[in-house]
């Protein structure tokens, strides 16, 4: 009886002490964060260089209204061997786009995140061989993270339309045609309506579990079973970087973010389906690259972490949604 009863106390003790721990969280968060992110530029962040006339030259802002028809964003940390592959692919389906339909008009926008190598340079001699008006090179001062290097290259863009995609050439550039279809279906081809289409490589998870260590193959759903709970559950990739947005939807999803690490995917959706913006996954090819910045354990460990935090920042209000802007 006596055992009995020590253990009813040990768990009435241990569940209240895990509820304070939570509300005092909650107040500490809510003191200390504020409810929309202050997005701070250096100053050098502004201006883009070119090589060919040794100017520097200010970016747009994603406020302006647009004046081509796809801004690409390309995120790039000390890549210097793998963005010339990736770059090469890329210019080549785009021009050969842009040779085909004459109203089709792009530009790439590699935003170095605080690179440590030639990183700039290698984007640099693009800029001169295509020209400031095709790729422009936006060096950050510091390295931010990969979401934060993808919003300072999205709010530097002209395109109607916005596209991430990875600096390692994973998913082919010919696939942003799945994409456009998508898009054009969802939007109407209007870049004042708010719409995703987004790259899924859920379509090859059983060919991808067969490959894994079966710790990685337990990290990955366990990953996948924290976003379903706590954030995003009409994805079920929210990881894959080929992401297709409207300038619409870019103008209210980037200013609201605040996670500019690796978990800034879920935010954005989280963001994008609180709205109730239309979302499509599309199917799209992906090959894994060696060299990349993802850390088995402790980068699936802060994706976690992240993910509970932003369930719960919003949850308590810390963090809010500007519900004006909503359909």
Request: aromatic share 12%.
């Amino acid at each position: 009886m006596l055992t009995s009863e020590l253990v009813q106390l040990v768990l009435l003790f241990g569940s209240g002490s895990i509820f304070f721990l939570f509300v005092v969280l909650g107040i500490v968060l809510k003191v200390t964060t504020t409810p929309f992110p202050k997005i701070v530029r250096h100053k050098d962040e502004q201006f883009y260089r070119d090589p060919n006339t040794g100017e520097n030259r200010r970016f747009p802002s994603l406020d302006d209204e647009p004046t081509l028809q796809l801004s690409v964003i390309v995120p790039a940390f000390d890549e210097e061997k793998r963005l010339p592959i990736m770059l090469d692919e890329c210019v080549e389906y785009l021009e050969t786009r842009a040779k085909a339909k004459k109203d089709f008009t792009y530009e790439v926008i590699v935003v170095s995140d605080g690179s440590r190598d030639r990183t700039v340079e290698v984007a640099l001699e693009y800029a001169k061989k295509l020209g400031t008006d095709k790729l422009r090179v936006l060096a950050l001062v510091e390295n931010r993270g990969k979401g934060g290097a993808v919003r300072m290259g999205m709010l530097s863009s002209r395109g109607r339309f916005l596209l991430f995609a990875d600096a390692d050439g994973a998913t082919k550039f010919p696939d942003y045609g799945k994409l456009e279809q998508s898009m054009t279906q969802l939007s109407g081809d209007d870049w004042h309506r708010d719409a995703l289409a987004i790259g899924s490589r859920a379509h090859l998870e059983q060919d991808a579990t067969a490959k894994r260590t079966l710790f990685r193959t337990i990290l990955m759903h366990g990953f996948h079973l924290l976003v379903w709970t706590f954030a995003v559950k009409r994805v079920r990739d929210t990881q894959c970087g080929f992401k297709l947005l409207t300038r619409s939807a870019a103008r209210k999803l980037f200013l609201v973010m605040h996670v500019e690490r690796w978990a800034f995917d879920v935010e954005l959706l989280f963001i994008a389906q609180s709205y109730r913006m239309p979302i499509e996954e599309i199917a799209v090819n992906w090959t894994e690259i060696e060299g990349s910045k993802l850390t088995p354990f402790w980068s699936w460990l802060q994706m976690g972490r992240d993910l509970m935090l932003i369930w719960f920042r919003y949850a308590i209000g810390a963090w809010q949604l500007k519900r004006e802007h909503s359909n």
